[in-house]
């Protein structure tokens, strides 16, 4: 248990620093508070192993975690809380709504954190872009919602902490809407081939995401 408060609340703490160094005071205080509630502390200390989720391991055991189901309806920085059943006619009836900035900065905030509490020393800027690559384009993320992602990642492995903390807050933070050059594809197409050599480079260096 005592690990297992550990590891969450130092996630906490990430994302709050994070949080509060582009404006998002409140969010980074009520971060994953409900990871303390008898519900998921006890699945997670039950399976904590310390390099991973323990939510994935209540997985592996029982089919389904109980504890992400719980906390994923309650936290609105997860895409999943965004999911909602459709109004037309679509395949599957699902459909993932546009999520709110502030919540798309604080999963951004999420990822990275979670990424340094799990590499630990091995911790690279570009860790969080090359988790996100591996789930790119399944179809639960909103499409201008993934392409705000998207961006912020790759400033984060381009140009570090520093300058996309300070983006985030004087840029994105205070657009009423997502620019419309994050829309343009042929810019995406542009950003992507120059982070081409940089992300392949880093693939090569990280055994974890291999």
Known sequence: MWDHFKT????????????FSVGLYYQGLTH???????SEFLVGAKYWQGDRSPNNAEREDKGYSSAWLHHKGRNKH??????DYSA???KGGFVPAQMPRRYVVEMFMDR????????GSEYQDSDPLLYFSKGKGMGFLHPKTEALLEL????????????????IKNHILRQKSIPRRMRDRRIRVCVGRAFKRTLRQA???CRYYQ
């Open 78 to 83: 997860h895409y999943e809380y965004w999911i």
């Open 8 to 19: 969450i609340t130092y996630h906490r703490f990430l994302v709050a620093k994070g949080c």
């Open 152 to 167: 912020m990642l790759m400033m984060l492995a381009r140009y570090g902490e520093e300058r996309t903390f300070a983006y």
């Open 32 to 38: 994953d508070l409900s990871k303390y509630s008898p």
């Open 112 to 119: 990275v954190a979670a990424s340094k509490v799990y590499r």
């Open 203 to 205: 693939k090569r260096d």
């Open 88 to 90: 037309h006619e679509i």
